[in-house]
C-alpha cells in the first residue's frame, strides 16, 4: 500500500515538475521570441527609413552586435554585410526572406539549426531603389535551452524524489493509521475520515446479519439438542462420510461412551461401536435407502433404524436410531414361556381325563370302580378348571385394566375363604386361626379373596398333619395389612425368590395337592397392582410366614 502510494505521489510529482518545466521554457522562449523578432522589425524599419532618406549613408555606422544586417541588390547579390566580407558570401536570390520582400514589400523567416541548436529570425524590408534590407538575430533554441538547464532540472528530480517520499510516507500514514485502528466490534462508532464511513456501513449491515444468522442457526442446535437429549431413544446423526456430527445422551449410554462430544464429532461412526451390523451399515450407507433390524449391544437388545437424509434428492447425511426392546424383548419370551407352559400344564390333566374316560368307555372299568374314576375325573377336571380361571384372572390383573372397587366387611370375606377352606384343613386336621376386624372398606372385593384365599390355601396345602394356620388382618390408615404363617414344611431359602414365578413349584412330586403354580403369581401381581409389598420368612421343616400390604 506504501509503495503504491509512494509510486503515485512520485509519478504524480514528476509529472507536475516536468510538465510545468517544459511549459515554462516553451512560453518563456516563445515570449522572448515574440518581442526579440518585435525589436528586430522596429530595428529594420527605422534602418530602412534612414537608407530611403539619404542617397549613400556610411553603412559602418549602422553596424550593431545585436543584428546583423545584409543589403541586398535586386539580383540578390550581397552589397554589405555587417559581420561578414561580402565576396565570401553567395547569391541570396534563392532565400525565401529574400523572394517574399521583394515581392510583398516585407517579409520575416525563422530559421533552425538543430545541429548547432540556433535558431535565426530574419526581417527583410524592400527599399525604394529596389535593394533589399535585410537584419537577423540568433539565439538558443527551446532544445539547446533545455539542454543547459539539465543541471537544474537533475536537482529538481532530486529533490522531487526527497519530496516524494516524505510525502508518500505521510500521506499512507495518515491514510493507513485510522485503518489499522478501527474497531471493527462496533463499526459505526468509529471516527474516521468520510470516504471510509461507506465500507464501515456495509461492515456493520454484514456484522448484523451474520449475528441474525447466528442467532437463528444456535437456536435450531439448541433447539435440535433439547429434543434429542430428552429423547430416550439413541440418536446419532451422520454426514456424508460417516461421521458423526451429532449423538444424544442415550446413544453415548448405549454404546458406553462417557466421554464429551468433542472425543466423538468428528469420528466415523464404528467408532462408537465394532459390531456386525453397526460395521456393515457404517460401509454399506450409501447404498442403504431404510434399513430395520434388531441388534445385541452390551447385552441389551435394540431395534437399529438407519435412514438417508435428504433434500430435494440431495444427500446431507444419515441418521441412526437405536429403540430399546429389552424389555419387549423379555416379555415376548415369558409370554413364549407362558404359552409353553400353559399348554404342557393343561396337558396334564386332560391326558389322565381323556386315559379314564376311554377306559370306561372301551368298558375295561368295573362297575364298582366306576365312581372312583368319575371323582377323579371330577377332580382333573376341576383343577384344570381352577388352573383356567387363575390363568384368566392373572391376565387380567396384568393387563393393567383398573378392577371394580366395591363396599364390603373384610371380615365376612375372610370367613368365607375359611369356611371354603374348612373341609381342606380338617381332612388334615389344621386349625386355622383368622384374626380381621369388622371392617367395611372400599376395594376391589376378588383381589382381598384372592389374596387370603391363595395364601390359606398353600398354608394348609404345604402344612403337617394337625398344623396350625394364623391369619391376621389390620387396616391402618389407607393401608390393609394381611400375615399368613403357618407350621408347615416350609421353603427352601434358593427358591423363596421363585416361588412368586408362574407354574412354579418347589417339589413337582407335590402337584397332586391341586398345585396350580399360579397362586403366588397372582398374589404378587395383585400387590404390585395396589402398590403394596409382600416378603416371605420360611424355615424348612418349621414353617412359612407371608407379610403384605396394599393400598386402598
Ligand atoms: P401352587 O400352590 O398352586 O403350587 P403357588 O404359586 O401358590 O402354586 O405356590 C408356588 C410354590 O410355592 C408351591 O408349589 C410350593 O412349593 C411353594 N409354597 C407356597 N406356599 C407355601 C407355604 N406356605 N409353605 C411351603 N411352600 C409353599
Redesign the pocket.
Known sequence: MISRIFRSVFFMTILTLILGLGLSVFISSYLSLKQDSEKLRHYTQQLAHVLNESDAPDLRLLDTDIYRINIINSDGDVLYDSHMREETLENHSKRIEFIQAKQYGHSEVHRYSTTLGKRTVYYALKLADGRVLRASFTSDSIISLTRSLILHILLVFTLAVIVSVFLAKKLSASIVKPINNLNLNNPEENDCYDELKPLLNRIAEHQKRIKKLLRKVTASHVQLKTLTTRLSEGIVLLNKKGEILLLNNSAKAIFSKNTDDNGLIGKPLVFLSQNSVICSVYEKRSQLEFHKQNIELNGKYFSLIFNKIEDDSKLLGYVLLLVDITKERELQLQRQEFAANVSHELKTPLQSIIGRAELIENGIVKKDDLPVFGARIKHEGQTLLSMINDIMFLSRVESGVKAKKEKFNIRSVADTVVENLNEKALSKKITVLVNCPDNVIYFTKRYFYEILN??I???I???KEEGRVDCTITVERDNIFIK?S?T????PYE?STR??ERF????RS??N???????????KHIVQECNGQIKVD?KLGE??S?SLNLHI
Not at 408347615?488 to 421353603?491: L, Q, R, Y
Not at 412354579?504 to 417339589?507: E, N, Q, S
Open positions: 391363595n395364601l390355601d398353600n398354608a396345602k404345604y402344612n399368613v403357618d408347615g414344611i416350609g421353603i427358591d416361588i412368586f412354579f413349584t418347589v417339589d407335590h402337584s395337592r391341586d398345585s396350580t403354580g399360579l397362586g403366588l403369581t397372582i398374589v420360611s414353617g412359612t407371608f
